[in-house]
Every structure is written in C-alpha cells, then in structure tokens.
C-alpha cells in the first residue's frame, strides 16, 4: 500500500495540486464549503427525527425538499475530500485523525443506510407524529453525533501533533497510523 500512495502522491498532478497557489485554497475551501452544505443539510433532517425542530412538519416532506440538496452537497464533498487527498496520500494515510474520519463516515453510512432502508419506509405511519419512533430518534441521535465528530476530526487533520516523522510515539499511535516506524 505505501508504495501506491508514494506513487500516487508523486505523479505530476498530485504534486502540482499540493504546490497551486491557487487551486489547492479554493479546493480545500470548497471542501469546507460543500461539508457545511451537507451536514448542515444531515443536522435539519435529524433534529426533526429527534423532535428538536419542525415538529409540525412531516418527516416525509423534510427529507423530501432535503434530500436533494443532501445528494448535491454529499457529491461535491466526496468528490473534493478524493482530491484533498490524492494531494498527498502518504500524509493522509498515516493520519490518525483522518483514519478516525473515515472510519467515522463508514459509521455514518451505515447509519443512514439502515434509517433509508428499513425506519424511513415506514414514514407513513409516524409522519404526522410530533414524537416520531425510537429507532426514528435514536438514527437521528447517531447522525447528529457522529457528523459532530466527523467534522472535528476532518478539522484536527490539518495538524501534525501525531506525525509518524515525529517520534517518539506511542506505541498503539504508531501501530493505529500504521506508521513505517513500527518496524524499526
């Protein structure tokens, strides 16, 4: 795997996306950008499933008119978060923050894959309800605590504190970072 990420992180492209002046600014600020879109997006949709927001509105007509937006916003972060790292991939890689993020986001996925595929398809006999199910709550819970941790971890990628060319670490750093250092 390090050898790809090497590779990757030293075709023409990724180095001159890392080095722009310009693209690499608006790259990672369209990141932030389409995040804020997405999660604030993700946060309306679940404090009505928790019934901290718009609980006269049926649930069926707030993921309706949101849902779209969500998609639009989802695609664009993905899409920007691929190139962000495909700018330096080793870095990311052995990032302990952004390996908490993706793991965090696999957690996110699937919550929001079990609320689509079984809660929500029952929407039409809890959508008027002020106080929606529990399995209903407690996704909308999930989501808003997991995006919450999704966005700080994404935030404390950018720092260096854990480095694997900072050592000495901890050992279940190194090992968590995947760190080359484990083998010396």
Known sequence: MEGLLEWLGST??????????WVWPLLESTHVLTIALFVGIVAMNDLRLVGWAMRNVPVSQVTGRLLPWARVGFVLMV????LIFYSNPVR?????????????????????????????????EWDQDPVLPREARIAGA?????????????????YNWFDCDIQPQPGWLNWASACPTMAN
């Open 142 to 158: 999930v989501s808003l605590v997991v995006w919450a941790f999704i966005v700080i971890a994404g935030r404390l990628i950018a």
């Open 92 to 124: 990311y890689y052995h990032n302990i923050f952004f390996r908490v993020k993706m793991v965090l986001l696999v957690f996110a996925g699937l919550n929001a894959f079990v609320f689509h595929r079984k809660i929500h398809r029952r929407v039409s």
């Open 79 to 82: 899409i920007t978060g691929l």
């Open 12 to 21: 023409a492209w990724s180095v001159a996306l890392l080095e722009s002046f």
